[in-house]
């Protein structure tokens, strides 16, 4: 068997276990064992495992992948998101589909602690769902709204995602964080816009401006605790008083202060959140063992490297071919989660990337690319003919149907293909902060 043909069969045979139900990590894991028993045997197969977890887990780095979702989890069940979603609530009052906007800035002040798009999505969902029914919006804008809003649990900092990208291709965490800044905001100003365009040209889905609540007094006390967390951890990383793993205890320890100020968590909610962050992060890690046998087992092939110096060969401009790379992540995002289409992909597509000429330092395109690359999933998030965002809004308003939900995601989904468009040609719009950082 040729080395192309048998990636082709380590690729499918994941797919096929994928399509069967199989969780991503074993397919991952399965595929990998076939392909490096077909090429080594078992014994080299087996001295490579014996080494494997060590490896993987050694790596100090991944400590801040517990500590931010451990962070995210004391915010959901300190009831934080509710104070986000009030404050927004009161100050996007005054425009039409004010409300909508104000799920969509809940979710990215919440994403901004939390890191994850399904949590920020289910979390806020939880909170803003009945508020604009109530109100009402329809099913459609308002699934639509808050599946999209989700989507900036992955791009706001900190982002789980984009940590697991930063530890795969070797870079620097702060500098990534500091460079999705500027296209999350751009993400959530973009929604915002989106809802406003759409409330106007198709009528009968949000209420007269004025119906949302307006701004309290106690509004603002009530997000002060929220706003302090980001500026002590994200002023400590950038202003140089920590790294990211200890900026991300730091947040963790400050979230849940933040909620004992509170008083909603209590000895339950406390365990529950450490539970949660225990099987959140054995699901991950269980990924990076998966992905780390399958990509070894497609390395033996050779075929990645073959892959790069073939694309080099075409003479193709750099940018046609992120361009295509982009649209396999958006048909992958559709069908997987984010954290599993980016451990799969990085060790074949990060090589071709950075073999191209794009007249940027190579630290800048590996940035650049992975801004691109979270921006690109997240787009597969809300995509038919899964959409995992939508899935879990629309399984949340269970009196919905899923075809209408699909329909509220529509006008993000075209904001979104600007928006990646506007970050693959105008590369400083994701680098600008970070020449900040030296």
């Given amino acids: 068997m040729s080395p192309v043909a048998l990636a082709l069969l380590i690729v499918a045979v994941m797919l096929v276990l994928v399509a069967l139900r199989t969780p991503i990590a074993i397919a991952m894991f399965a595929a990998g064992v076939l392909g490096y028993v077909l090429q080594a045997g078992w014994s080299p197969l087996l001295g ?123 870079q620097n965490i702060a500098k990534l964080f500091a460079a999705a800044m500027l296209p999350g905001l751009i993400a959530m100003l973009g929604y915002m816009g989106a809802i406003a365009v759409f409330v106007r040209l198709v009528p009968g889905h949000a209420p007269a401006r004025g119906q949302a609540p307006r701004l309290a007094a106690g509004s603002l006390s009530g997000v002060a605790p929220i706003a302090a967390v980001f500026a002590v951890v994200f002023g400590g990383i950038y202003g140089g008083l920590f790294t990211p793993t200890e900026g991300a ?58 892959l790069a110096g073939l694309v080099q060969g075409w003479g193709l401009p750099p940018l046609a071919v992120v361009g295509a790379i982009l649209l396999f992540y958006v048909v992958l995002g559709s069908v997987m989660d984010e954290l599993s289409v980016i451990l799969l992909t990085i060790p074949i597509f990060f090589p071709v990337v950075m073999g191209l000429d794009f007249g940027l330092p190579r630290e800048s395109v590996a940035i650049w690319f992975g801004i691109l690359v979270l921006v690109t999933v997240g787009f597969g998030m809300l995509a038919p003919p899964v959409g995992l965002n939508v899935y879990v809004v629309n399984g949340m308003a269970r009196d919905v149907p899923l075809a209408e939900s699909y329909r509220g995601v529509l006008p993000f989904l075209l904001w979104d293909t600007l928006r990646m468009l506007l970050l693959l040609c105008f590369p400083p719009l994701s680098l600008w902060l970070v020449q900040f950082l030296g």
């Fill in 249 to 306: 205890a730091v947040g963790a320890v400050a979230t849940l202060a933040a909620a004992l100020l509170r008083r909603e968590i209590d000895w339950a909610r406390f365990k529950l959140c450490f539970y949660a962050t225990a099987e959140s992060s054995a699901m991950i890690f269980l990924v990076f063992l998966g992905a780390d046998l399958m990509n070894a087992a497609l390395a033996l092939t050779q075929v990645p490297g073959q």
């Fill in 48 to 170: 490579f495992l014996n080494t494997l977890a060590f490896a993987r887990f050694a790596n100090y780095e991944l400590s801040v992948i517990p500590l931010f979702i451990l962070m995210g989890n004391f915010a959901t069940q300190g009831g934080l998101s509710g104070a986000l979603f009030r404050f927004a609530a009161g100050v996007t009052s005054r425009f039409e589909g004010g409300l909508a906007m104000a799920a969509v800035l809940a979710s990215a002040a919440f994403g901004a602690i939390c890191g994850s798009s399904v949590a920020t999505a289910a979390t806020i969902t939880q909170v803003a769902l009945p508020e604009l029914r109530k109100h009402g919006y329809s099913g459609r804008l308002a699934t639509g709204t808050l599946a999209a809003g989700g989507a900036l649990g992955i791009l706001i900092p900190p982002s789980v995602p984009l940590v697991v990208y930063a530890i795969l291709t070797e």
